[in-house]
């Protein structure tokens, strides 16, 4: 069975506090994302990575950065949190490749909320 | 990238099927078409994807169009776990990988 884990499913942080969310999938991919969901935006990308030290940014970089030093493991950084920040965080991993309709598998997500 | 239209929610009844429309108009020849589901606070969950032939597997079935421009969901006996909001997705791909783009996607609500 697949699977994308998501360290943490709920957290609470102050105002310029720096925050780690960490994700691991077991499926030996060499992508992976991380996304942000809010109400009435639906997912919007914010990185992805198509290989191990690797990094692209999506549609909504600003005030992110990742890392990625192990193909298993894709970590988001929020260097100073603020509360525009505060949402549902989803990371997802799948394999590459032109036109073979591979699927992306999601994490459960990581509620962050910001004070 | 080619976008899709959905009907912002519907509602069935327990043991009927669901039937989700997606209209995507502009799609381009070697893009497929996606269906995943998000169930309230949980990440969103793959059910099926197809290019032009019709797919079946256990959680569903999808009917795309001949000139592939709409599709169709098919939940053949929903059941009140099925209640969630359904994306249908054309599938992006960029230089470095594939990504999805999600909408706003259908609200699904299976009722008693």
């Known amino acids: 069975d697949v699977k994308v884990t998501q360290s943490s499913r709920y957290l609470v942080k102050r105002t310029g506090e720096k925050v780690f969310l960490e994700c691991v999938q077991d499926?030996?991919?060499?992508?992976m994302f991380w996304y942000r969901q809010d109400p009435g935006l639906g997912l919007r990308l914010i990185y992805f990575?198509?290989?191990?030290?690797?990094?692209e940014k999506g549609d909504i970089p600003e005030g992110y950065s990742v890392s990625r030093e192990k193909k298993e493991r894709f970590s988001l950084i929020l260097e100073s949190a603020s509360t525009n920040q505060t949402s549902m965080y989803l990371c997802?991993?799948?394999?590459?490749?032109?036109?073979?309709?591979?699927?992306?598998?999601f994490g459960e997500g990581s509620w962050l909320t910001v004070v | 990238d080619a976008k899709t239209t959905q009907p912002t929610s519907m509602d069935c009844a327990e043991g009927r099927a669901a039937n989700l429309p997606c209209n995507h108009s502009?799609?381009?020849?070697?893009?497929?078409v996606y269906w995943y589901r998000q169930i309230h606070s949980q990440g969103p969950q793959y059910i099926i994807h197809?290019?032009?032939n019709n797919e079946t597997n256990e959680m569903a079935s999808l009917i795309i169009t001949e000139d592939r421009k709409s599709s169709t969901l098919i939940l053949p006996h929903a059941t009140l776990r099925d209640t969630a909001v359904y994306y249908c997705?054309?599938?992006?791909?960029?230089?470095?990988?594939?990504?999805?783009?999600f909408g706003g996607g259908t609200r699904l609500m299976v009722k008693p």
């Open positions: 997802a991993s799948s394999t590459p490749g032109s036109y073979s309709g591979n699927t992306i598998y």
């Open positions: 499926m030996d991919h060499e992508n």
């Open positions: 990575s198509y290989d191990v030290k690797m990094k």
């Open positions: 502009t799609i381009s020849g070697n893009e497929y």
């Open positions: 197809g290019l032009k």
């Open positions: 997705i054309v599938r992006v791909e960029n230089n470095a990988g594939n990504m999805l783009t």
